[in-house]
């Protein structure tokens, strides 16, 4: 791993080797960082070298591991100016492989997986990390374990059986699909992928920071909204910016980092309502925002000092505030959002409302994954909004 320093923990600082698999820090359980000699890859590697560079997140080779990517061409999502708001871009994560951001993680933290020769990964899953997973497995020849609850979208369950995981439905949350797999890993001899327990899915989703500055011409925006889950694109984020910073690509300048969530489970928001530096759990978690459903952060403390640095904000929005963003992007910006991604939207009318974001501001809104993986959950909520009786029309039922 000559690209990779060392890996260093957010909590104590303490610096590990990572030419063996590492999980979190031993000595606190803090979340891992990659770090790389920036000062010598500064002589070098300039945003001229992306030049002719394949448009897929490999492009940033320099600040990746050097391992033979396990590919299967994520990254590089457009950046759609806004049809309605000027001066906003949705960033449209819809478009990766398995239709989600999650792509981009596992795709990182798959080839590592390969590269340490590791052969059985397991996951606990909201969901879509669950089909990155087996995607990228499938793609490696590796196995993929897979805790997801029974109640995920069901485009999650049929994607990752196609792809030939092991799935388990679990009756809970994905908290509870944590503790299974922390329980039996080590018996079944299971590499544990969990968000933020191993260090390469941050490195994936960092990438999404670099191209948000490359796609507005090397300058950040002022605002990035993001659908909170384990909040690893958020941080991933952050530490691409500090990295751009040191290799001399961007400036101080940062942008107000913005975590929403569901009002059925807002950890984050209400810690940060309250000033606290962690989150604490949230009960009975409910949102059909499924990504969102994550009752407790294991890396609630860096995003909660993200917030801060960065004069950020953490707020929650209703499912039905979600799924009128949901229904109203579809019709006017032609984009089919997830409904996390959606919740970007309905946040951004919320922070324009209270006046923190202008109409000057450049705001950066991610769609964190496709409204396609979600039909039986949009579909569901349509029809309890619309009851099918009324919606029959000489015994065709149809909707127009
Ligand atoms: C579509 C979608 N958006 C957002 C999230 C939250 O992501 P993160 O854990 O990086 O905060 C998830 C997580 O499952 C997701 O599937
Ligand atoms: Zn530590």
Redesign the pocket.
Known sequence: MARIAHLECTKCGANLSADTPQTICPKDGGVLYVRYDLASLKQNFTPASLAGRAPNMWRYAEVLPDAEPVSLGEGFTPMLPSREFPNVYIKD??LNPTG???AR?LSAAVTMAKAYGLKKLAIP?????ASALAAYAAAAALEAHIFMPKDVPQANRVECESYGAHVTLVDGL?SDCARIVGERREKEGWFDVS?LKEPFRLEG?KTMGYEVAEQLGWRVPQGII???????????MWKAFEEMEKLGWIGSERPHMV?VQSSGCAPIPKAWDEGKPNAEFWPHATTL??????PQ?YGDYV?LDILKKSGGVALSVTDEEIMDALRHWARVEGIFA????A?ALAAYRKLRASGFFSADDTVVL?????GL?YLDIIEGQKMQAEPPASRQIGGIIGPY
């Open positions: 994560e819809g989600s951001f999650k993680g899953s909201a969901g879509n990390a994905i968000t989703k993001y659908p909170t889950g384990g909040g690893v694109g958020l941080i991933g975590a925002a499924a990504g969102l459903r994550v952060a995003i997830a409904p996390e991604g919740a991610f769609n964190t994954g496709s993986k």
